[in-house]
């Protein structure tokens, strides 16, 4: 009914009683909960002439990247850049590019940023268009999320706040907000009702109100096209390809726009036909794009798909562009770095949150930067991370790391595209070490990454002195084959990068008696390569007998496959779901049988329950890694060593014992000193401590039996 009063009284007749006017508009926001508007006395058009009060202020939540491209907009500017200023959200920045105005623009622009230090100007020496200097705005911005403001608009108060509240309450990465689009007298423009872009044909979604994650921008889709118009529609076509759905609308009116062409194209009279073929060349290039091909570079070496001359740039007028003045360069200086995929909850983050937090205890404030592969940018991260209480910084909020130490973990991320082209030419180190904790194949014999690539990115990276850390004998041997040949290749580090472990927080007695039935497990992911590829093997490391129970922490989907049906003798906890101490506790014996073509790197869950007192019965592909400690045969001898472990406790609970106090030395967090002679001077190499004859001899017997 609001509506309707609103549309009917005011849409023909305007401001000609400007006191109508306003009952109708605010009647009508009134039906989207936001404060009314008031009109200043005048004769400038309505838009220039809207205000509101605030909503109450929100001070605290992510900070804003709003980005405002302008040219020879003086007479309307202020009251444009004084909307976003006003917003109830403080928390944002507005980051301001000059087009080459020829008017009193950036006068204006100076004199507000000399008021409000919020404002953040860049300026192109020579005219660009919007969507580059949108570009050059996002690689200066800091915000977790990003928005747009036309020049010539002017933003509702609680405009950040309530896009800001929708798309947080959403697992969607964009969306765009509604705007009104009015003419000089503020009658509304009408559109198309019950559409995915208007319910009620006043309040419309517009490419300028949206709203997007930074980190997905970054990762995802990377800039804008670098032509002088179209683009926010190009983005919006790549922003669809990624979901295969429709960036949803919040259909709210929280911007005033006017209705009439935004002026910031200049261009736009007399190129309707050129804008009509770049949206047919769009339009073809996105029905065969996948992700991960979303992403555009800028500048561009070469198009995408075919533009019309009469958008394209210069590409003298883009380097000419790039050279205009900018905020200062964003340098992120540390003492040491890890750059990782924060993406995964598994050894890798348990590693790395153990080395930061050791870091940390001697002061040296370690950060932790996220890098994706190719196949999660955009993905939400793991939150094993929230156990790092210095949190997860993005590559999109630094220009440059200056670091004493950068550690690179995962290969699989080092040798991709989006650490190459996003993360590796901002970094300045004096040592650099690339930890491979992974094979190069997987157990289908394809590659997991290119070891050679590796040793390119090494060779790239800017350091005084670059390693490459294998964390096993196995993956040391792999990366010794690759370095053949490779002329100037980065040398292998001295020792292996074993990971580390609070190893106090994981001692636990071995069990003092062990008896039928005996309970066994594994705790792992539940992908094919973590277990055994047959059912026979399955049901011979995992019996299905009445001495035995199966516990098992990580899931069990491959082997109710391959099975049909799990035996009635398993239970099965989802993985994440335990703590690993409490998990390990219930068992007499850690068993684990990966895929006999799958390459183990290491096997954290192993070195947990040898320190949690637990024999642990592998294969025999772990001996290079872990020595004497575990207990090797193939799944048919399991049930029997079982059986033979339960003959003593003396003897067992004296082998756990001795195991457990060689993996302390070995894994325990101070074992990393010794890598970084410059912070830990004092640090020597941890020695090697075996197992007495007499445990030797017990461990010779079981895998005997």
């Not at 507000?112 to 911005?141: C, F, K, M, Y």
């Not at 990782?340 to 790395?352: D, E, L, V």
């Not at 024999?615 to 048919?636: A, E, V």
Request: aromatic share 8%.
């Amino acid at each position: 009914m609001l509506k309707a009063y609103f549309v009917n009284s005011i849409l023909t007749n305007g401001t000609k009683d400007e006191v109508r006017w306003l009952e109708g508009i605010n009647a009508y926001l009134a039906g989207f909960d936001l404060t009314p508007l008031s009109l200043r006395s005048g004769s400038d058009p309505v838009l220039q002439r809207l205000s509101a009060p605030p909503p109450p202020a929100v001070t605290e939540g992510p900070l804003i990247s709003v980005l405002m491209p302008v040219h020879n907009s003086g007479p309307v500017l202020e009251h444009s850049v004084r909307s976003v200023l006003d917003q109830s959200w403080r928390n944002l920045e507005l980051m301001i590019c000059d087009d080459a105005s020829t008017d009193n623009s950036w006068e204006i622009l100076l004199r507000l940023a000399a008021e409000d230090n919020r404002i953040r100007l860049l300026q192109n020496p020579v005219r660009v268009g919007p969507h580059v200097s949108n570009n050059r705005a996002v690689h200066a911005a800091s915000g977790d999320y990003l928005t747009l403001q036309d020049q010539h608009s002017w933003s509702h108060p609680a405009r950040i706040a309530r896009q800001v509240g929708a798309i947080a309450a959403s697992d969607d990465p964009a969306h765009l907000a509604g705007a009104i689009r009015m003419d000089r007298a503020g009658r509304p423009g009408r559109h198309l009702p019950f559409t995915a872009n208007s319910r009620d044909g006043v309040t419309v979604a517009r490419p300028a109100a949206l709203m997007i994650k930074t980190r997905f921008f970054d990762e995802v889709l990377g800039n804008w096209d670098g032509v002088r118009l179209e683009a926010d529609r190009e983005l919006i076509g790549r922003l669809y390809r990624f979901s295969r759905k429709k960036l949803p609308r919040y259909l709210v009116p929280l911007i005033f726009a006017p209705k009439a062409a935004d002026p910031v194209d200049g261009w736009t009279s007399d190129l309707s036909k050129a804008r009509r073929q770049y949206r047919r060349a769009m339009r073809s290039w996105h029905a065969h794009l996948k992700q991960p091909n979303l992403w555009l570079p800028f500048p561009q070496k070469e198009r995408p798909f075919p533009a019309p001359p009469a958008l394209l740039n210069a590409p003298e007028d883009i380097s000419r562009a790039l050279d205009g003045p900018a905020p200062p360069r964003r340098i992120l200086t540390a003492r040491i770095a890890t750059i990782t995929n924060c993406r995964f909850p598994g050894g890798n983050a348990s590693s790395t949150i153990d080395e930061l937090g050791h870091f940390a205890a001697f002061g040296f404030d370690p950060v932790l930067i996220h890098c994706p592969n190719s196949y999660s940018v955009g993905k939400t991260l793991t939150d094993r991370y929230k156990a790092w209480p210095g949190g997860v910084r993005f590559s999109h909020t630094f220009d440059r790391l200056e670091v004493d130490h950068v550690i690179l973990r995962g290969p699989s991320t080092i040798a991709d595209t989006p650490f190459a082209r996003e993360v590796l030419p901002k970094i300045r180190a004096k040592h650099g070490h690339i930890v491979v904790n992974n094979s190069n194949l997987r157990p289908s014999g394809d590659p997991h990454h290119d070891s050679r690539t590796l040793f390119a990115r090494a060779d790239a990276l800017s350091a005084e002195s670059v390693e490459i850390c294998p964390i096993s004998p196995g993956i040391r041997a792999e990366l010794e084959k690759a370095r053949d040949g490779i002329p100037g290749a980065a040398p292998l580090s001295a020792l292996d990068w074993n990971p580390t472990f609070d190893t106090a927080s994981l001692l636990r007695d071995p069990k003092d008696r062990m008896s039928a039935p005996y309970t066994i497990g594994r705790h792992a992911r539940d992908t094919l390569e973590k277990w055994p590829e047959t059912a026979e093997r399955i049901r011979q490391a995992y019996p299905d007998h009445p001495d035995i129970q199966v516990n098992i922490l990580g899931g069990a989907e491959i082997p109710r496959a391959i099975l049909e049906g799990l035996p009635a003798n398993w239970t099965v906890h989802p993985y994440g779901s335990l703590p690993p101490v409490d998990y390990l506790s219930t068992l007499d014996a850690f068993v684990y049988f990966p895929h006999t073509s799958y390459y183990e790197a290491f096997g954290r869950t192993i070195v947990e329950a040898i320190l949690a007192g637990r024999p642990c019965i592998l294969p025999d592909d772990f001996r290079g890694t872990f020595g004497d400690l575990p207990l090797y045969t193939d799944p048919s001898g399991v049930h029997r060593m079982l059986t033979a472990l339960a003959a003593d406790d003396t003897a067992r609970i004296a082998y756990l014992r001795e195991a457990q106090t060689i993996a302390a030395d070995r894994y325990r967090t101070t074992s990393l000193d010794s890598r970084f002679p410059d912070l830990f001077p004092e640090a020597s190499a941890a020695h090697a401590p075996s197992l007495s004859d007499a445990a030797l001899a017990y461990k010779h017997a079981i895998e005997a039996s």
